[in-house]
């Protein structure tokens, strides 16, 4: 946007302030500079309308009405208490985690916004605590997909995009999904909602979405199930809960890994512990056990052996290339 | 809208700030707000020419340099910080949740107050129920507290840190640098004393950690050299590796930081630097059937060696039926 635009708009947004009574179309083109340069009574309309929807876009409170029951056409003001943020106190620890979060960002969008909010908090009365240098929080980026989401799910609004599948083909594929809610686990986020095309509920993971989300339809058309457990969702897409017990005989001091996760260690006499691990998935117990190499043997269960066996044979047969 | 996402709405935070903040110079301003000096000096002869409808000198606001510190008056109408905008409330409350799920880090109870007035102050832009965080935290809170607290304090780490890659446990003394999260993990960047030299822990795997009555005596060369974000700076002489993963293995190319990454017939070429030959054995048994090393040959036959050797231990028909 031009910096003529900017002031044009700024002008616009101090003059609806000012005013206590609501300001026609007419009179704001009188007043407000820039206006004058529009060339016809169509050209100004278009413009006005353009700025009245970008301030509403930034969150401005614009009011619509009129000054009595004789004025047939509206006018326009802001009122300031609706504008303005209302003066804040944050207690030193809180401020320090505010500060704190605003710079997990990764993304400049979310950045700047972040930015932002603390100035304004800064503003409204709220004193920042200078932050150790040395603590660096981060979640993962997430390009436009995050705050595009994030409306879609706040104003109940279908969505489309297209998303590249872990384990699939690699092309992204066209999704189009009934948002219920975000998860943040382990510094990775996550949209859960309701997959149209493949009729059930669905985790996707907001690094995988290709481009920009595009709400579509009503707001308010998606509802979210009653009892709906977001974080439930996110878990057991991420992992299968460890359901079952692995029997491990590890060589005496190795394995360290595994040892932590173990919930019985028992000590052998010929240098081998016996260990029972929890474990989900057997492709992922596999793939726990596998880089610890001859240290590690599995015992039990036999698919789980199986598998570990037709791995190894598999990369042991590999042709030298 | 296009760019007047960036541009009024900073300048509505510029006029608080200032009004709030007088005689500060322009360069901590254009800090304070993430953009360059140039940028701050252009939006000040911006706010310069705007004010109230007649636009005489008493109604523009006031742009006041003392040298090189600025102060604003004349500026009532916008004195007052716009409320929170949907991103920004969004861009604290989201990272604040995500703040949640590395328990140890900040103090929750710290967090849930200043998640409340925020929510508070978002008047319902932002609702928590659609933003949830997943507290499944990989590393022990009291591990990630007792680092934290002799980062920001200054103080000497002694800990026992598991090696993976060659499955020891080694006891060393660390200077903290920094702490930092990426992908769920929490890292310390210190100056470890056993080496001379500085190095990056994950601290699921620190086994042991205690704060030792020492200051931290960390070199000026090695501090300015920690503050590089990425978990693995590759060096020069670090080997190149390429993998050919199966689609069932392409995580391995969002998990670790590749050289190159491209598509082929049956999944993924991706080329890696390592620093550790045990390293790459690893972590070709733990791909073990899914991805190969390809290159270099030495590290491809070394990881079929150690398939071979931990068959061994398993009878010569396990796993077939």
């Not at chain 1, 004025?71 to 030193?92: H, K, N, S, V």
């Not at chain 2, 701050?40 to 002869?45: Q, S």
Request: hydrophobic share 45%; proline share 6%.
């Amino acid at each position: 946007m031009s910096a003529r635009r900017t002031e044009r708009l700024l002008n616009l947004v101090i003059c609806l302030l000012a005013s206590r009574s609501f300001l026609t179309a007419e009179r704001i083109r009188e007043i407000v500079p820039g206006y004058d340069e529009t060339p016809s009574d169509e050209a100004f309309k278009r413009a006005f309308e353009r700025d009245k929807e970008d301030l509403r876009d930034l969150g401005i409170p614009l009011e619509t009405g009129t000054n009595s029951a004789f004025d047939d056409e509206p006018g326009y003001r802001i009122a300031r208490g609706d504008y303005a943020l209302p003066p804040l106190t944050f207690e030193p620890d809180e401020a320090a985690a505010v500060g704190l979060a605003a710079r997990m960002w990764t993304t400049a969008a979310m950045g700047s916004a972040a930015t932002r909010a603390l100035r304004k908090l800064e503003a409204a009365g709220v004193e920042l605590v200078a932050l150790p240098d040395g603590l660096q929080p981060r979640v993962e980026a997430t390009g436009a997909a995050f705050p595009a989401l994030a409306a879609a799910v706040h104003e109940g609004r279908l969505v489309t995009f297209d998303y590249r599948t872990g384990a699939g083909t690699g092309e992204p594929a066209r999704r189009t999904v009934e948002p219920w809610g975000l998860v943040v686990r382990r510094g990775r986020w996550y949209l859960v909602g309701h997959d149209r095309d493949r009729a059930d509920t669905r985790v996707f993971r907001l690094s995988r979405v290709v481009g920009t989300p595009r709400a579509t339809g009503p707001a308010g058309a998606v509802t979210r199930p009653a009892g709906l457990d977001l974080t439930g969702a996110v878990a057991s897409y991420d992992a299968a809960a460890p359901g079952a017990t692995a029997v491990l005989r590890v060589r005496s001091g190795r394995g360290l890994g595994l040892r932590r996760q173990a919930t019985e260690v028992a000590t052998g006499a010929d240098g081998w512990d016996t260990l029972k691990l929890p474990f989900g998935d057997t492709e992922r117990l596999a793939d726990q056990v596998l880089p610890y190499g001859a240290d590690v043997v599995v015992v039990e269960p036999a698919e789980a052996v199986e598998v570990v066996v037709g791995r190894l044979r598999a990369l042991a047969a590999e042709a030298a290339s | 809208m296009s760019g007047a996402t960036d541009h009024l709405p900073r300048l509505l935070a510029l006029v608080p700030w200032i009004v709030s903040h007088p005689d500060t110079p322009v360069g901590d301003v254009a800090r304070q707000f993430g953009v360059t000096e140039e940028q701050i000096r252009k939006d000040l002869d911006l706010l310069f020419v705007c004010g109230l409808p007649g636009y005489g000198p008493g109604d523009l606001m006031e742009v006041v340099y003392d040298g090189d510190r600025v102060s604003m008056s004349n500026a009532d109408t916008i004195s007052k910080p716009l409320r929170l905008a949907p991103d920004e409330a969004l861009a604290l409350i989201a990272a604040l949740r995500a703040l949640l799920g590395t328990p140890g880090l900040v103090e929750t109870g710290a967090v849930d107050r200043a998640l409340a007035k925020l929510e508070d102050a978002a008047g319902g832009h932002v609702a928590g129920a659609e933003l949830a965080v997943a507290a499944d935290p990989t590393v022990a809170p009291d591990v990630v507290q007792t680092v934290r607290d002799a980062t920001t304090a200054g103080r000497r780490l002694r800990m026992r840190y598991w090696v993976p890659a060659r499955d020891e446990a080694t006891e060393r003394d660390v200077d903290p640098i920094r702490v930092f999260t990426s992908g769920g993990a929490v890292y310390l960047v210190g100056w470890c004393r056993s080496v001379d030299d500085v190095r990056t822990f994950r601290l699921d795997r620190a086994l042991d950690v205690e704060v030792l009555d020492v200051p931290a005596d960390v070199p000026e060369e090695a501090r300015e050299r920690a503050h590089d974000d990425r978990v693995f700076t590759p060096a020069a002489d670090d080997r190149l590796v390429t993998l050919e993963l199966s689609d069932r293995a392409r995580w391995v190319a969002d998990y670790y930081p590749c050289e190159s990454v491209q598509e082929s017939a049956g999944g993924l070429v991706v080329t890696m630097r390592a620093r550790d030959d045990a390293w790459v054995r690893r972590l070709a048994l733990s791909l073990a059937g899914v991805a190969r090393v390809t290159e270099p040959a030495d590290l491809a036959a070394a990881a079929r060696d150690a398939a071979r050797a931990a068959l061994g231990a398993y009878a010569p028909d396990a796993g077939s039926d």
